[in-house]
Structures are given as structure tokens and as C-alpha cells.
T-cell receptor, first 112, second 113 residues
Framework: EAGVTQFPSHSVIEKGQTVTLRCDPISGHDNLYWYRRVMGKEIKFLLHFVKESKQDESGMPNNRFLAERTGGTYSTLKVQPAELEDSGVYFC??????????FGNGTRLTVT | QKEVEQNSGPLSVPEGAIASLNCTYSDRGSQSFFWYRQYSGKSPELIMSIYSNGDKEDGRFTAQLNKASQYVSLLIRDSQPSDSATYLCAVIVSNFGNEKLTFGTGTRLTIIP
């Protein structure tokens, strides 16, 4: 079974640019989550999709972040325009109906 | 008060000894608890889940849960150098009907050969 895959693995962009992160969950997993780990801090929840619907987006930092999950399959997280404090590792995770989350390898975003 | 608290360490344990990792949580209604292991530069990997009070054993790992004290721990017996990693305690926290997995900061464990 393929795991959660994320693309790209690394991204370096300049302040003010746009970046789009992609997550492909495990096939059949309705739940898809985005988390972020900023250097030295804990992994923080960003949002949760159930299929294509946003169940909880209380962790999204501000309106520069936009997440979508069209068709309930893969998800994208766009940051526009990127700021220095957006640097960190963005993890995607998926699960099926209350089972434990499986994480992707993350996308390391560096904003310079 | 943080929702999930862990001692960030670092915690150093000699090879072959027992490593003990602790975690407390604030949401008294939480029912699901997890331990993840994260190697440097890698994604969190689930190693234990526990839902009921008491102990749950899986190989060299034992998770312990005490809901009355809002405390969950992870014991690693016969510690190996390959156990060196950051261990993340995670708890399902309910917030206005939404449940989300909330992490502690993690404890960095080093097993000394």
C-alpha cells in the first residue's frame, strides 16, 4: 500500500512569492490533515478535510493560506504571498474513520 | 496551559536500560492517545496507541495511561541506539465538536552505546 506522499520535498522561495504544496493521501482515506512544524516548536494543526469538505480550519494562520481538496482525493496548500515566518516543515496526514493518522514525509519550506 | 505537555529533553539513556517518556494533557475528555517517533528529517511514525487506562505492551514498548491523572507515558525496554529519536505524544482533543490530533513538543531521546 502506498503511503501519504507529498510534493515537493523541499521548496525555497523569496518573500512575496507563491508556493503550492501537494499531498496525496492513502487511497480510501477520507480524512486529510495539514500540520506545520516551525523550527523549535511543536507540530501544529492547520486544517482537516473530510472528503472534499473542510471540517476544521481553525489552525490556518491567516488568509494567505488556502487549502483545497477538490474531488476528495489529493489536496493542495497554497501560500500567497509567502512571508519569512511561513518557513517550516509542512506535514500532511491521512486516516480512515478514526484510525491513527499516517504522515507523509513533509515539505520543507524556506522563505528567504 | 498547553494542551499536551512533554519534557523536551534531551534524555540520555545507556544502551540496554529502560527509557521512560512522560506526557500530560489538559482535556479531561480526551479518549485517544498516541506515541509517534520522529527521526531527524523524517515524518512522524506511529509506534503506539492507547485508549484505556492501564498498560499496553508491544514488543519492547509499553504505553501507560492514567486518565484520572491526565498522564500518559511510554517505556522502552532494552534500549537500542536505533531508538534515538524524538518521541511525540499526541492526544485527540475535542474543540466545539471537532476532534483534532494535538501534539506535544516532543522529547529528544539519545541512547548511549
Amino acid at each position: 500500500e502506498a503511503g501519504v506522499t507529498q510534493f515537493p520535498s523541499h521548496s525555497v522561495i523569496e518573500k512575496g512569492q507563491t508556493v503550492t504544496l501537494r499531498c496525496d493521501p492513502i487511497s480510501g482515506h477520507d480524512n486529510l490533515y495539514w500540520y506545520r512544524r516551525v523550527m523549535g516548536k511543536e507540530i501544529k494543526f492547520l486544517l482537516h478535510f473530510v472528503k472534499e469538505s473542510k471540517q476544521d480550519e481553525s489552525g490556518m494562520p491567516n488568509n494567505r493560506f488556502l487549502a483545497e481538496r477538490t474531488g476528495g482525493t489529493y489536496s493542495t496548500l497554497k501560500v500567497q504571498p509567502a512571508e519569512l515566518e511561513d518557513s517550516g516543515v509542512y506535514f500532511c496526514a491521512s486516516s480512515f474513520r478514526g484510525t491513527p493518522l499516517h504522515f507523509g514525509n513533509g515539505t520543507r519550506l524556506t522563505v528567504t | 496551559q498547553k494542551e499536551v505537555e512533554q519534557n523536551s529533553g534531551p534524555l540520555s539513556v545507556p544502551e540496554g536500560a529502560i527509557a521512560s517518556l512522560n506526557c500530560t494533557y489538559s482535556d479531561r475528555g480526551s479518549q485517544s492517545f498516541f506515541w509517534y517517533r520522529q527521526y531527524s528529517g523524517k515524518s512522524p511514525e506511529l509506534i503506539m496507541s492507547i485508549y484505556s487506562n492501564g498498560d499496553k505492551e508491544d514488543g519492547r514498548f509499553t504505553a501507560q495511561l492514567n486518565k484520572a491523572s491526565q498522564y500518559v507515558s511510554l517505556l522502552i525496554r532494552d534500549s537500542q541506539p536505533s531508538d534515538s529519536a524524538t518521541y511525540l505524544c499526541a492526544v485527540i482533543v475535542s474543540n466545539f465538536g471537532n476532534e483534532k490530533l494535538t501534539f506535544g513538543t516532543g522529547t529528544r531521546l539519545t541512547i548511549i552505546p
